[in-house]
């Protein structure tokens, strides 16, 4: 029996009010996103401010209804790619890769739905080609 592939849905988001606030990014949706998705339009990317003992680089928060949404939907933690990192969506069901650009302004997420694997060596691959 073949293992089966997951669906791989790409987003690509710009930062918005770039140097307003020095520890938090905004980043706003250039593409189409399916409605499945459990993402939004805008999102915040804030640093950690090292409160959980999980300690990830970066947290994600969604906003809905012109509100941030709390609790934060994932933390972002390192890879072995630089500017490459990842996180999960409802107890590691939704796997999401985040690649920055080099000046951080683009953040393309590669969301895997109904898919997670604790081991990225062979997904690491989809930022190298880029």
């Not at 459990?38 to 640093?47: G, I, M, R, V, W």
């Not at 990830?56 to 890879?79: A, E, H, M, S, Y």
Request: proline share 4%; with cysteine.
């Amino acid at each position: 029996m073949a293992a089966q592939l997951p669906q791989l849905h790409t987003l690509i988001y710009k930062e918005i009010n770039v140097g307003k606030f020095k520890t938090t990014r905004h980043y706003e949706l250039i593409n189409f996103i399916d409605p499945k998705i459990k993402l939004t339009k805008l999102l915040n990317l804030s640093k950690n401010r090292e409160f959980a003992k999980s300690s990830p680089i970066f947290w994600l928060q969604i906003r809905i209804d012109n509100k941030w949404q709390k609790p934060r939907l994932t933390g972002l933690f390192k890879t072995s790619l630089s500017n490459v990192y990842y996180g999960d969506i409802d107890k590691c069901k939704h796997l999401l890769l985040f690649n920055f650009s080099d000046r951080t302004n683009t953040l393309t997420i590669k969301y895997f739905e109904n898919y997670y694997t604790a081991n990225l060596t062979s997904l690491l691959p989809l930022f190298i080609e880029q």
